[in-house]
Nanobody, 118 residues
C-alpha cells in the first residue's frame, strides 16, 4: 500500500505561482513513477506531469515552459516531489491530484484545489 498526501493548493492571481507538494509513504520501494493530474469542473481528469524513479519527466503541452516537476527525493521513509507552477492562468483552475504508479496499481492522493483568478 502507498499513501499520498498533497499540499500547497490555494488561490492565486493570473500570472502568479504556486508550489504543490506530494509525499508518498508505505511501500515506496514499489513506486516507479509519480505524477500530477488535474480535473477541472465538468472535465475529465488529465495528466499534468510525470517523473520516473530514474528522473525522466514528461509534461502536458498546456503546461510546458510554465510548470516544473522535481525529481523524486527519498528521505525519512518517504518519496517526495514538487510541482512548481508559474505564469498561471484561469485555465489552470482544477483539483490537482498526486499519483504513484507501481507495477500493478496506481495510487491517488485526496486532491488539492487550485483556483486562478483573472
Amino acid at each position: 500500500q502507498v499513501q499520498l498526501v498533497e499540499s500547497g493548493g490555494g488561490l492565486v492571481q493570473a500570472g502568479g505561482s504556486l508550489r504543490l507538494s506530494c509525499a508518498a509513504s508505505g511501500s515506496i520501494s514499489s513506486i516507479y513513477r509519480m505524477g500530477w493530474y488535474r480535473q477541472a469542473p465538468g472535465k475529465q481528469r488529465e495528466v499534468v506531469a510525470t517523473v520516473t524513479s530514474g528522473g525522466s519527466t514528461n509534461y502536458a503541452d498546456s503546461v510546458k515552459g510554465r510548470f516544473t516537476l522535481s525529481a523524486i527525493s527519498r528521505a525519512n521513509a518517504k518519496n517526495t516531489m514538487y510541482l512548481q507552477m508559474n505564469s498561471m492562468s484561469p485555465e489552470d483552475t482544477a483539483v490537482y491530484y498526486c499519483a504513484a504508479d507501481t507495477l500493478f496499481l496506481r495510487y491517488w492522493g485526496q486532491g488539492t484545489p487550485v483556483t486562478v483568478s483573472s
